[in-house]
């Protein structure tokens, strides 16, 4: 049986020495001091894998100052401004025309400034337009939870980086699931915030209207360190329950289904929140992926479309569908699609109120690397079945942790969805599930 509660044959790097100035100790010791779980022991890399890493350092940029992160390292994904680092969008054309950044992105410094050192700039899909990790130009990360599966993206090098051993913490983006399935392909715990709760100040953007910064770690305390620091302060409204429908539980993967079913069956016996049970219409949710995925594609037309029109070449076959796809929208669609959201995010809110919902957060385990041709029917079929889920925060703007729970063959995440602005009670809770051993 495939469990969280695994040991992961990490790689040691120099990125956590770089903070032993500042920490004034080792980064297991800073770690165990804050109550946070150290990085697994590991044997010393002697090159930093070019799947995971695009730059890396000793640490590639040091901490700007002491603070409650002092002793941890962060992989940054190839959207955001490093100060003195190119940004590469995981695409060479775009690397090639690229600049040294003069800042850092409003959430990197905020993290140096907590103590944090960078340990390197790691891979993501082009563009964060990919849920797979599978990027032909630079390869796919590895997943060490499922070595024969793929890591899953767009946050797909912090989400590796974080699995080996070689960062505590993984920034990276979420607009359609991009932290939520890595974090549950790789059994890890991962926040999509509210959104706007954090800056994207110094992002690239995909979709502006579902663009979210958030972060991957291996446990929920540190998880919820981070936020700590990027989240705005005071705790906002606490939720007033937990729900979950069986319907949209039932739009994952048997395998998937159960897992998150026994795992919400312990909450009673763990002392967690009582779990209720809410009725809703699955079949709406085909059409509220179209048009997600319709305003996402006109959104990301806008931003990139001048220059992917001068670069088709440079393009991975299913990135270049996709942008290829959001250049055929036209203004009617993009009409349809905002009322269709509009209606979408009253339902949501009127089914959820101010509670929590429970789901699975992406509808399979991950498909393994032989099934992953870029584009292929595979990953398309894993992708349209899990946008169904994820979607459901995304166009609603409420926050998201996905959190790893027992399986009996690859990892697998479920998912809560909590009101917009309640971000650090979500975190809290994820801590209390997570000592619950569920």
């Given at each position: 049986m495939w469990t969280n509660r695994r040991s992961f044959l990490g790689l040691a790097t120099a990125a956590g020495a770089g903070a032993l100035v500042a920490s004034g100790g080792t980064p297991a010791a800073a770690a165990t001091r804050a109550g946070r779980k150290p990085a697994p022991d590991a044997a010393v890399s002697e090159e930093p894998d070019p799947t995971v890493w695009r730059e890396f350092?000793?640490?590639?940029?040091?901490?700007?100052?002491?603070?409650?992160?002092a002793g941890l390292t962060v992989a940054v994904k190839d959207l955001f401004a490093v100060e003195g680092h190119r940004v590469g969008a995981g695409n060479p054309a775009w690397l090639a025309g690229s600049r040294p950044e003069s800042t850092s992105a409003s959430a990197v410094a905020e993290l140096l400034a907590a103590g944090a050192a960078v340990a390197g700039i790691a891979r993501t899909d082009e563009f964060a337009y990919s849920l797979a990790g599978t990027n032909g130009h630079y390869g796919t990360p590895?997943?060490?939870?499922a070595p024969e599966r793929i890591s899953g993206g767009s946050t797909s090098g912090p989400a590796s980086a974080v699995s080996?051993?070689?960062?505590d913490i993984g920034l990276g983006t979420d607009t359609g699931g991009s932290i939520r399935i890595p974090s549950s392909?790789?059994?890890?715990?991962?926040?999509?915030?509210?959104?706007?709760?954090?800056?994207?100040e110094g992002l690239l953007p995909l979709a502006p209207s579902f663009d979210t910064v958030g972060w991957i770690t291996r446990d929920a305390r540190t998880l919820r360190a981070a936020g700590r620091v990027l989240l705005p302060r005071g705790g906002g409204r606490a939720p007033s329950g937990v729900v979950l429908a069986q319907e949209i539980i039932d739009v994952a993967s048997?395998?998937?289904?159960?897992s998150v079913r026994r795992a919400v069956a312990g909450w009673r016996g763990a002392g967690l929140p009582r779990v209720r049970g809410v009725r809703f219409d699955a079949d709406v949710l085909p059409d509220w992926v179209r048009a997600f995925q319709t305003k996402q594609g006109v959104e990301a037309w806008?931003?990139?479309?001048?220059?992917?029109?001068?670069?088709?070449?440079?393009?991975?076959?299913?990135?270049?569908s996709r942008f290829e796809t959001a250049s055929k929208y036209t203004r009617d669609d993009l009409v349809a699609a905002e009322r269709v959201l509009r209606e979408a995010r009253a339902r949501v809110d009127d089914l959820l109120g101010d509670r929590i919902l429970i789901l699975p957060s992406a509808s399979s385990v991950a498909p393994t690397r032989a099934?992953?041709?870029?584009?292929g029917?595979?990953?398309?079929?894993?992708?349209?079945?899990?946008?169904?889920?994820?979607?459901?925060?995304?166009?609603?703007?409420?926050?998201?942790?996905?959190?790893?729970?027992?399986?009996?063959?690859?990892?697998?995440?479920?998912?809560?969805?909590?009101?917009?602005?309640?971000?650090r009670h979500l975190l809290d809770l994820a801590v209390r599930v997570e000592a619950a051993g569920l």
């Open positions: 350092g000793d640490p590639l940029v040091r901490p700007t100052r002491f603070g409650p992160l590895p997943n060490p939870a080996l051993g070689q960062a392909y790789q059994g890890l715990y991962g926040i999509r915030p509210s959104h706007g709760a954090v800056s994207t048997p395998e998937v289904a159960a806008s931003r990139w479309g001048s220059w992917v029109s001068r670069h088709w070449e440079s393009l991975n076959p299913d990135v270049r099934e992953a041709a870029l584009g029917p595979v990953i398309e079929q894993a992708r349209a079945q899990t946008f169904q889920l994820t979607c459901l925060a995304g166009l609603s703007g409420r926050c998201a942790v996905s959190i790893p729970v027992r399986s009996r063959t690859a990892p697998v995440g479920l998912c809560m969805v909590g009101p917009r602005g309640s971000d």
